[in-house]
């Protein structure tokens, strides 16, 4: 795999400015900023994310950890999902039940 992303140069620094992007998103965004700073914020994305390209290019597996944190962060989001319809689902079980009770 990292003969097929050193060959692939700009697909892979591509890749890791995608992966570091959504983990900014999901991570760290708490609110839209005015569109000055967005944009410094991604530019200052876009370079970090070229450090992590040559680190990558270096022999590192940044895409490989990136992707492992992306994967970890979507099983927290579908776990939360799975709650939020679970309890929806038992607090109108809850509420049907109530009401035959009563």
């Not at 490989?64 to 929806?88: N, T, W």
């Amino acid at each position: 795999m990292q003969n097929w992303f050193h060959a692939h140069p700009i697909l892979t620094y591509l890749l890791i400015l995608c992966l570091t992007i959504y983990i900014f998103n999901a991570v760290f965004r708490v609110q839209r900023l005015p569109i000055l700073k967005e944009i410094l914020v991604h530019l200052v994305i876009a370079f970090g994310s070229f450090i992590l390209f040559v680190l990558q290019f270096d022999k590192l597996p940044i895409i490989q950890c990136m992707s492992v944190a992306v994967i970890m962060m979507l099983m927290l989001r579908g776990r939360q999902l799975y709650d939020k319809l679970k309890s929806r689902k038992g607090s109108s079980d809850t509420s049907a039940d109530n009401g035959k009770k009563a």
